[in-house]
């Protein structure tokens, strides 16, 4: 007979099993390894249990499962501490009405608590245009506007619009006045001509100048950046406009 055989002959003692003490296993230590013999089956398999010493027996049988009442009262615990959580918090918000402090309670020295709401900040204040104008460099000017504004202007006579339009004798124009140029209802709205005094706060701040522009240019904040770029302009003409006389 085989070892299985032999093992299934040894007596068997009944222990405490799991489900209504059916049956047992017996376990067969080899060395190290403890071997459980299933007698019904005929199959060998590793036992799990320490190697303790020859016939080591243990129950046969299921281990205890969980019913669905087990499992639905775990869950519905879950649940009622979810909705008490909720309940709690609706509770607090309804009956606890916290106050926002004035100004801070604790006062670190050296530190200045900064204002509520600050007033806006005034336009910058322009210098005259007309010294600026005498010092000015067409060159410069022109090197300036190579890099600023050729992507959106042309600079010829005659050469028409592209993004914006075109700036050939600009100085001394009257405003939104290029035929067939669709120009914002903000630079509409301002009638007059192109002064050299309208170019400089034109130039520093086209937003500022005709809030609601179209134009995305963001401006000159450098004065003699600016004024070489004006000077530049005026050259663009048959007949420039003189400068005007530095105060």
Not at 133 to 144: F, I, T
Not at 186 to 214: C, I, M, Q, Y
Not at 224 to 234: C, E, H, Q, S, T
């Amino acid at each position: 007979a085989n070892v299985g055989q032999r093992l299934a002959r040894q007596p068997c003692r009944r222990q405490p099993c799991w489900d209504d003490d059916e049956g047992c296993q017996f376990v067969w230590v080899v060395g190290p390894l403890a071997l459980v013999y299933r007698g019904a089956s005929q199959h060998w398999q590793d036992a799990g249990c320490p190697a303790n010493g020859r016939g080591c027996i243990l129950s046969f049988g299921n281990p205890p499962q969980m019913d669905s009442m087990e499992w639905n009262k775990i869950l519905g615990a879950i649940l009622a501490a979810g909705i008490a959580y909720s309940g709690f918090g609706i509770i607090a918000d309804n009956v606890v009405h916290p106050h926002r402090l004035r100004e801070s309670a604790i006062k670190i020295a050296g530190v200045v608590e900064a204002p509520t709401s600050a007033a806006p900040e005034a336009p910058k204040a322009l210098p005259d245009i007309a010294p600026l104008l005498a010092r000015a460099s067409v060159p410069a000017g022109e090197a300036d506007t190579k890099k600023l504004c050729t992507a959106c202007h042309n600079f010829a006579a005659g050469a028409g619009a592209k993004i914006g339009p075109d700036l050939y004798d600009v100085v001394g124009r009257d405003r939104a006045s290029v035929a067939g140029f669709d120009y914002s209802s903000a630079l509409k709205g301002k009638p007059g001509k192109w002064t050299f005094v309208d170019l400089n706060e034109w130039l520093h701040s086209p937003r500022t100048f005709a809030p609601g522009t179209k134009m995305t240019f963001a401006g000159i904040d450098n004065d003699k950046d600016r004024a070489d770029v004006i000077d530049y302009l005026d050259s663009l003409s048959a007949k420039p406009v003189p400068l005007p006389p530095a105060k």
